[in-house]
């Protein structure tokens, strides 16, 4: 057994976000610019790459993996890495393989996943209005995510829908959602907008929905019970005490979170955030290509990348400028 990955302030990493592909089928404002240039194909590691990489980040004790993108449904051939990982699943080296998609595709994959051993997915949603879908994801179309989602339900999947709060677009869909969410059996998370990316016009700080004001909202209607529960990332439970439901809120540009991080993100091309507010990366692509047969080589640049975990990030928006701004975007981190 391999000594497993432990950063230089004693926090583990057993959780690796992958994202397999920058490419969408959506054009969410807040995330991706209308007309974005996307990496050439030859600079994704392919999909025998991403499987070696994966599985050497399991040896290293990573326990849960979550595929993501850009859209991860839209890579060609993906469920052949998904299939692949389910040997990770069955030895017990891995315990959770999951996705979180925006739903268009899932009509088409959501039995394949299930078969391959994936329990759980987190599905993006922001509003149940049609035409406001239409707007916020510029090329989406609402229907087919809905039926994206009862495909996922109908085969087995756990659903967890996440919802950026957007401040003057599904404010007064709160309830709606809340609602919706408990008619379905599906948990619910409030994410709150970040900085990423060059994404043109849009003001975020126009957007910017403090969660903090969604959640005295909440407990205007609601009795909120705080839950102890942590997922070693920045997301905080409640439960509505009159439904039962668990409600997640992610604030990504409070520090609270920092000290528990349990995870790095791994870019399509094979570079590794050690931290999603930071710019500070490792190109694992070299120790991958160069010594193919021999995984030694990655293994080592994975433990020196971990060493440079840095402690904690630093987004700002406290003085009504974005500090701490991120020029990547977040379809390149996966989120
Ligand atoms: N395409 C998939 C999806 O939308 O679920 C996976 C990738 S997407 C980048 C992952 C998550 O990041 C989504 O829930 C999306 O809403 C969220 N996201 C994208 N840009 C964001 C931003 N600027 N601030 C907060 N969340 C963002
Ligand atoms: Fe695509 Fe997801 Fe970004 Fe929307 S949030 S543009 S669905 S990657």
Same mark, same amino acid.
């Given at each position: 057994?391999? +000594?497993?990955?432990?950063? #230089?302030?004693?926090?583990?990493?057993?959780?690796?976000?992958?994202?397999?592909?920058?490419?969408?089928?959506?054009?969410?404002?807040?995330?991706?610019?209308?007309?974005?240039?996307?990496? #050439?194909?030859?600079?994704?590691?392919?999909?025998?790459?991403?499987?070696?990489?994966?599985?050497?980040?399991?040896?290293?004790?990573?326990?849960?993996?979550?595929?993501? /993108?850009?859209?991860?449904?839209?890579?060609?051939?993906?469920?052949?890495?998904?299939?692949?990982? +389910?040997? %990770?699943?069955?030895?017990?080296?891995?315990?959770?393989?999951?996705?979180?998609?925006?739903?268009?595709?899932?009509?088409?994959?959501?039995?394949?996943? %299930?078969?391959? /051993? !994936?329990?759980?997915?987190?599905?993006?949603?922001?509003?149940?209005?049609?035409?406001?879908?239409?707007?916020?994801?510029?090329?989406?179309?609402?229907?087919? !995510?809905?039926?994206?989602?009862?495909?996922?339900?109908?085969? /087995?999947?756990?659903?967890?829908?996440?919802?950026? @709060?957007?401040?003057?677009?599904?404010?007064?869909?709160?309830?709606?959602?809340?609602?919706?969410?408990?008619?379905?059996?599906?948990?619910?998370?409030?994410?709150?907008?970040?900085?990423?990316?060059?994404?043109?016009?849009?003001?975020?700080?126009?957007?910017?929905?403090?969660?903090?004001?969604?959640?005295?909202?909440?407990?205007?209607?609601?009795?909120?019970?705080?839950?102890?529960?942590?997922?070693?990332?920045?997301?905080?439970? !409640?439960?509505?005490?009159?439904?039962?439901?668990?409600?997640?809120?992610?604030?990504?540009?409070? %520090?609270?979170?920092?000290?528990?991080?349990?995870?790095?993100?791994?870019?399509?091309? /094979?570079?590794?955030?050690?931290?999603?507010?930071?710019?500070?990366?490792?190109?694992?692509?070299?120790?991958?290509?160069?010594?193919?047969?021999?995984?030694?080589?990655?293994?080592? @640049?994975?433990? @020196?990348?971990?060493?440079?975990?840095?402690?904690? %990030?630093?987004?700002?928006?406290?003085?009504?400028?974005?500090?701490?701004?991120?020029?990547?975007?977040?379809?390149?981190?996966?989120?």
């Amino acid at each position: 057994m391999t +000594t497993p990955l432990i950063d #230089p302030f004693q926090r583990a990493i057993s959780y690796l976000r992958v994202s397999v592909t920058d490419r969408c089928d959506f054009r969410c404002v807040y995330c991706m610019s209308e007309n974005m240039t996307f990496l #050439p194909k030859k600079e994704l590691l392919t999909l025998e790459e991403l499987d070696r990489m994966c599985s050497t980040f399991v040896n290293l004790g990573v326990e849960k993996l979550r595929i993501t /993108g850009g859209e991860p449904l839209v890579r060609k051939g993906i469920m052949t890495f998904f299939d692949a990982m +389910t040997r %990770h699943l069955e030895t017990g080296a891995l315990k959770e393989l999951t996705l979180t998609t925006n739903g268009s595709q899932l009509g088409r994959f959501a039995d394949d996943l %299930h078969a391959a /051993g !994936v329990r759980r997915v987190n599905i993006s949603l922001d509003t149940l209005d049609e035409t406001k879908f239409a707007d916020i994801t510029r090329w989406g179309r609402l229907p087919q !995510v809905l039926r994206g989602i009862d495909a996922a339900q109908a085969a /087995g999947l756990r659903v967890k829908i996440n919802t950026v @709060a957007l401040k003057g677009f599904n404010e007064d869909e709160l309830f709606t959602l809340v609602e919706w969410c408990k008619g379905r059996d599906m948990d619910l998370t409030f994410i709150e907008v970040m900085p990423m990316g060059d994404i043109g016009n849009e003001d975020r700080l126009d957007q910017y929905w403090k969660l903090s004001d969604l959640r005295a909202r909440l407990a205007g209607e609601y009795t909120l019970t705080d839950l102890a529960e942590r997922s070693g990332g920045p997301a905080r439970y !409640v439960r509505l005490e009159e439904t039962g439901q668990k409600i997640g809120f992610i604030t990504p540009l409070t %520090h609270n979170f920092c000290e528990s991080c349990n995870r790095v993100r791994l870019t399509c091309t /094979g570079e590794l955030y050690m931290c999603l507010g930071q710019e500070d990366m490792a190109d694992l692509r070299p120790a991958l290509r160069n010594h193919p047969g021999d995984d030694a080589p990655l293994q080592e @640049a994975i433990r @020196a990348a971990i060493a440079m975990k840095p402690k904690g %990030h630093d987004f700002d928006y406290s003085r009504q400028s974005v500090e701490g701004r991120m020029s990547r975007h977040m379809s390149h981190t996966g989120g």
